[in-house]
C-alpha cells in the first residue's frame, strides 16, 4: 500500500549543542534536539490533523505491527538518530503536508532558534511487515532529504533588530535578557538556558528528562532510589577536578558500521526495532557506568575534589548525547579511560562494537574544539578498526586520545604530525584496541600496565628519569643510546628503576623503538591522568 510520507532531519547538531564554553548550554542544546520532534513536531500535527488523528504509540509498544492498517490520519514510522520518519493516509493533500512542515519550522524559529532541520516530502510504498519496494521506499526520500539540505539553506534565527550587543557565548546579537543571570543573551542561548533550569521549584526539564530516560531501563525495585544520594554537575568545575589538576576529557564514543547495519534493514518494523534497541542499549550502558560510579564515590575523594549541593554529591562525569548508536559524556580527566573503556566493554557485551575518542584538555580550552577533536580520535580509532577488518574479517573496539593546550594545529593529523613526531618515527602508538589482553603490544591492557610498571611498580622511574626520557625519545639514535647507557649504569649501581615490563613492548626495551614506533611517549603523558593503584582504593 502506498502512503504519504514526510521524513525530517536535524543538521549541525554538534554545532548546536556543542558551541559556546558553558556546560549548561551544551546540556539544555541536548535536550532540546532530543526532543524536538516530540514535543514540537507531535502536537503541530495534532494542531493540524486533529489531536486524535496521530497515532505515536504503535511505533514504540508494538514490536511487529501492521503497516498495512492506519485508523489514523496519520502514524509515526520512527523517532531516533536525529530523524522522524511520519505516515500519513494516501489521499493526505499536498498542501496539508507542506502545512505541516510550515509550522513546524515557524514554531522551531521562535522556541528552538538556531536549530536546523530539513524534511522530504514523498510516497512510500508499505506491506503489512513493513517491506518498502521502488522507487517508493526510504531510500529515495533520503535522497531528497539530501538534495534540500544541499539547495535549501533555512533561516534558523530572527534576523538583526539593530542592536548592536553581542552574545558572550555565540556572538548572535543579544536580544533576550535573562532576569536570573542579570544580562543579555541571544535568543538561542537563552532557550538552551532555560532548557536546564529549575522553575516554580519544578526540576529543571533536561535534568527531569535524563532521569527518566536513565530509569527507563532499569528494573522498577532499582528505579526508585537510583541516583537518590547524588545529582549531575551543571558547571565544568563541579567535575571534581582539583585546583591544581584542572583538566577535563570530552569523551565521543560511537558504534562501528551502523549505517551499513542499517541499510541491511529491508523492512520499516527492522529499521524502527534495531533503533529503539540500539537506543536502551546505549542508555544501559550509561546507566551501568552510573551504578559503578556511585558505588565506589567515595574512593574518588583521594584524587578529586567532591562537591555537593543540597545534600547531593556531584557525579564526576555529565552525559551530553545520549541514546544513539554514538553517546558524548564530559567528565573529569583523570577518570576519563577507566569510564570509557567501562562503556566500551559494556556495549560489546550488548553486541555493539563501537570505538572512542578522548580529548583531554584544560577547563577553561574552547568546548566544541574539545568535541571535535574528541569526534576526530573517534574516526582515527575506526581506521585501525576498519584496517583489522579487512584483515581479519573479525569486529573489535578501538580507543585513541590526545591532550590538547594552548595553540595548537586545527586538525589531529596536523598535531600529530607537528608535535609527534620524533626524528626516528611517529611518537603516538595508539590508537589502542579495548578487547584485547596485553600480549597484544597496541591493547589498551598494555598501555594500562606500562603506566602502572612506570609509575606505580616496585620499579618505578623517578620524575626526573620519566622527563628525560621523554626528551630524549624526539632526539635522534645517538641521544637515546647514551640515555640508556646511563640508565643501565644506574641500574648496576643499585638504582631500583627500570622501563615498564610489558610482555608486548619486549621488542622496544633494547632502542626505545621498533619500527619507527614507540610506546613511552603515550605512558609518560597518561601519567597525570590515569589514577594511581593506591588512589584507587
Not at 16 to 40: E, H, M, P, Q, W
Not at 43 to 71: F, H, N, Y
Request: negative net charge; charged residues 30%.
Amino acid at each position: 500500500m502506498e502512503f504519504r510520507a514526510i521524513l525530517f532531519d536535524t543538521r549541525s547538531i554538534q554545532k548546536y549543542i556543542f558551541s559556546g564554553n558553558r556546560l549548561k548550554t551544551n546540556i539544555g542544546a541536548s535536550y532540546l534536539v532530543d526532543r524536538v520532534f516530540d514535543d514540537a513536531l507531535l502536537p503541530v500535527i495534532r494542531e493540524v490533523l486533529g489531536k486524535d488523528e496521530l497515532d505515536d504509540v504503535t511505533w514504540q509498544k508494538t514490536a511487529e505491527p501492521d503497516w498495512s492498517v492506519m485508523t489514523t490520519k496519520a502514524r509515526v514510522g520512527y523517532i531516533g538518530g536525529g530523524n522522524a520518519l511520519i505516515l500519513f493516509q494516501p489521499d493526505m493533500e499536498e498542501e496539508t503536508l507542506r502545512e505541516i512542515v510550515s509550522r513546524f519550522t515557524k514554531h522551531l524559529l521562535a522556541a528552538y532558534p538556531g536549530l536546523h532541520t530539513g524534511a522530504a516530502i514523498g510516497t512510500l510504498s508499505l506491506d503489512a511487515s513493513g517491506n518498502m519496494s521502488e522507487p517508493h521506499n526510504l531510500t529515495a526520500l533520503v535522497h531528497q532529504l539530501k538534495d534540500n539540505q544541499n539547495t535549501i539553506f533555512p533561516v534558523v534565527n530572527v534576523p538583526y533588530t539593530g542592536l548592536t550587543l553581542s552574545c558572550e557565548v555565540n556572538g548572535e546579537a543579544a536580544t533576550t535578557y535573562d532576569r536570573d543571570e542579570k544580562r543579555f543573551f541571544s535568543a538561542e542561548v537563552e532557550s538552551k538556558l532555560l532548557a536546564d533550569r529549575k522553575s516554580n521549584d519544578e526540576e529543571a526539564p533536561a535534568e527531569r528528562e535524563l532521569l527518566r530516560k536513565l530509569k527507563s531501563v532499569l528494573p522498577e525495585e532499582k528505579a526508585a532510589d537510583f541516583l537518590k544520594e547524588f545529582t549531575f554537575p551543571m558547571e565544568i568545575g563541579e567535575l571534581g577536578q582539583r585546583e591544581t589538576e584542572d583538566y577535563i576529557a570530552i569523551v565521543h564514543i560511537d558504534g562501528n558500521n551502523m549505517g551499513a547495519k542499517f541499510a541491511g534493514c529491508n523492512t520499516l518494523t527492522k529499521r524502527k526495532n534495531m533503533s529503539l534497541a540500539i537506543r536502551r542499549k546505549t542508555i544501559q550502558a550509561f546507566t551501568e557506568l552510573l551504578e559503578k560510579v556511585t558505588a565506589e564515590y567515595d574512593t574518588y575523594s583521594s584524587y578529586l575534589t567532591l562537591h555537593k549541593k543540597d545534600g547531593k554529591g556531584f557525579l564526576p562525569v555529565r552525559p551530553l548525547v545520549l541514546g544513539g548508536d554514538d553517546m558524548t559524556f564530559v567528565c573529569t580527566a583523570k577518570v576519563a579511560i577507566a569510564y570509557a573503556k567501562f562503556i566500551m566493554e559494556s556495549l560489546q557485551k550488548k553486541e555493539i562494537a563501537s570505538c572512542g575518542g578522548i580529548a583531554i584538555l584544560p577547563s577553561s580550552y574552547p568546548f566544541f574544539r574539545g568535541y571535535e577533536m574528541a569526534e576526530q580520535l573517534c574516526d582515527a580509532a575506526k581506521k585501525s578498526m576498519r584496517a583489522l577488518k579487512a584483515k581479519k574479517d573479525t569486529e573489535s573496539c578501538w580507543l585513541d586520545f590526545a591532550l590538547l593546550h594552548g595553540e595548537q594545529a586545527p586538525t589531529l593529523e596536523q598535531i600529530r604530525e607537528q608535535e609527534y613526531h620524533g626524528v626516528l618515527g611517529n611518537m603516538h602508538f595508539g590508537p589502542y584496541r579495548v578487547d584485547a589482553d596485553a600480549s597484544q603490544a597496541d591493547s589498551l591492557a598494555a598501555l594500562l600496565q606500562g603506566i602502572a610498571e612506570m609509575r606505580d611498580g616496585r620499579h618505578k622511574m623517578p620524575r626526573n628519569k620519566i622527563k628525560e626520557l621523554r626528551r630524549v625519545l624526539a632526539r635522534g639514535a645517538h641521544e637515546q643510546r647514551e640515555f640508556l647507557v646511563q640508565f643501565k649504569y644506574l641500574q648496576q649501581s643499585g638504582e631500583a628503576m627500570r622501563l615498564p615490563q610489558v610482555a608486548a613492548w619486549k621488542p622496544y626495551e633494547e632502542n626505545l623503538w621498533e619500527h619507527g614506533r614507540t610506546p613511552y611517549v603515550d605512558v609518560i603523558e597518561l601519567l597525570d591522568y590515569v589514577p594511581a593503584a593506591k588512589e584507587d582504593e
